[in-house]
């Protein structure tokens, strides 16, 4: 008996409605806040223009050894003081960055909230950021970057970074550093990047019953004492596409797989054509249904696995393909996977390829953006972009509403199959004949 399974068609986008944003400003800085009644958890978040851009060049990974070195105590109270304080309240202190800012946040139930802000507060203001703490931490994260660099992948994201964007600059290095950059940091390092980028001000955002909430004695607690105007944010980066396509071969002698990054540079997060490229991104490449995932997984069975997508920053975009594939199939896999962005930007995309696109993509906004701590995020996307408020409250509808005709415009805009840089991580002595014969473009070797 043949068992025949017919792909199930999209259901019905779930209605979704985003809270009502609250601005103001307070103590010397400034407050966002999204209004959740009836909510008992609320969450806190300092929005800190130190992001990962602001990073010297060199000196990659700063931001990443100070974000655990935060938790090692303050001025006021040693590390075990300060954990047992913040543990009393039943929260943790959640530090993080991207390429544009640097985020701090407690989450706590409504009552605990005031208390939780002061923590956070004293952590990021006033960190101790004892030397041997420093230098401990540095060489944990450095540790940790080795351990995850032998593995396949870092080297061929960080080659095809390099590529886009240029190896010279911070935007074509990667966003945590490497094993190098990270041990080479000290002390001074991580206590200039806290004086420069950690004593401003930043955005406080909230997520909570507001009704329970005094946002300006929160803002008194976080601003009081900080100082420093804002920092230039700097426009988007034009970055010239590669006149031709290349293919840059990393070798892992004895590897029995490949591992494939695939990209080119694209459009800024601000962009007025996010919403049809993130649709074009999803045909393409973003979603289990994916035009390469049913070719090169379903079909070729190359793969366990293949994503495409569009990806951005404040001030600067890419579009991506990833996979790891058999060695043998590393050349048919890479043909595949270029044809299918070929086709894609030249014939666009069908009706029922985008109701499922458009579908899951506002279905997700409905599942996603329903606790504290999503609604503060996404409210940092607000900040962060310059977005209006009413942005998350129209995202669906700009989603269900994107025609065949906007989102096939998107993909021909900005698909660029001819300016891709393919980045192979595998066997070379295997597979660089064959990759040379596919035709693709000129195979170069890349010198660590």
């Not at 068992?3 to 609250?22: E, N, S």
């Not at 060199?58 to 913040?86: M, N, P, S, W």
């Not at 002698?253 to 054509?273: E, F, I, K, N």
């Not at 696109?357 to 609604?375: F, N, T």
Request: charged content about 25%.
């Amino acid at each position: 008996m043949t068992l025949i399974a017919a792909r199930p068609g999209p259901g019905a986008a779930r209605p979704y409605r985003f809270p009502q944003v609250v601005r103001r400003s307070a103590a010397g800085g400034q407050v966002v806040a999204a209004h959740l009644p009836g909510q008992n958890l609320a969450v806190a978040l300092l929005l800190l223009d130190g992001g990962a851009g602001r990073e010297p060049v060199g000196k990659e990974g700063l931001g990443g050894v100070l974000a655990k070195a935060l938790e090692e105590g303050t001025a006021q109270r040693d590390a075990t003081a300060y954990a047992l304080a913040i543990e009393a309240l039943g929260t943790e202190l959640v530090a993080g960055l991207d390429w544009d800012s640097f985020q701090v946040s407690v989450q706590v139930p409504v009552d605990r909230l005031s208390a939780a802000v002061e923590l956070l507060t004293e952590a990021v203001r006033t960190p101790k950021l004892d030397p041997a703490d420093v230098r401990r931490v540095r060489d944990d994260e450095a540790t940790a970057l080795r351990m995850d660099w032998a593995t396949p992948g870092p080297r061929a994201d960080a080659v095809l970074r390099a590529d886009l964007f240029g190896a010279d600059n911070r935007w074509g290095r990667p966003l945590y550093g490497d094993p190098e950059s990270v041990a080479a940091l000290d002390v001074d390092d991580v206590t200039v990047f806290h004086s420069e980028w950690f004593i401003r001000p930043g955005t406080l955002i909230v997520a909570g019953d507001l009704d329970r909430i005094d946002l300006d004695a929160l803002a008194a607690t976080v601003f009081t004492g900080a100082g420093g105007a804002a920092a230039d944010k700097g426009g988007p980066i034009e970055v010239a596409l590669p006149e031709r396509r290349r293919i840059i071969l990393v070798d892992r002698p004895g590897s029995v797989q490949s591992t494939l990054r695939l990209g080119h540079p694209s459009p800024h997060r601000a962009h007025p054509d996010h919403v049809p490229m993130t649709l074009a991104g999803t045909v393409l490449g973003g979603a289990f249904t994916s035009r390469l995932n049913h070719l090169i997984r379903e079909v070729r069975g190359y793969t366990y696995g293949i994503r495409g997508d569009f990806a951005s920053s404040r001030r600067f975009g890419r579009f991506a393909i990833s996979s790891g594939v058999q060695t043998a199939v590393t050349a048919p896999a890479l043909v595949e996977a270029v044809g299918e962005v070929s086709r894609t930007r030249l014939t666009g995309v069908t009706e029922d390829e985008l109701a499922v696109a458009r579908s899951w993509r506002a279905g997700q906004l409905s599942v996603e953006l329903q606790s504290p701590r999503a609604i503060a995020a996404a409210l940092t996307t607000l900040v962060v972009h310059d977005l209006p408020d009413d942005y998350h409250a129209r995202l669906r509808e700009a989603l269900l509403a994107a025609t065949v005709e906007e989102v096939s415009a998107a993909a021909a805009a900005h698909l660029h199959p001819e300016s891709l840089t393919l980045v192979v991580e595998g066997d070379s002595a295997v597979i660089r004949d064959e990759l040379v014969a596919a035709g693709l473009g000129e195979v170069v070797d890349h010198t660590s």
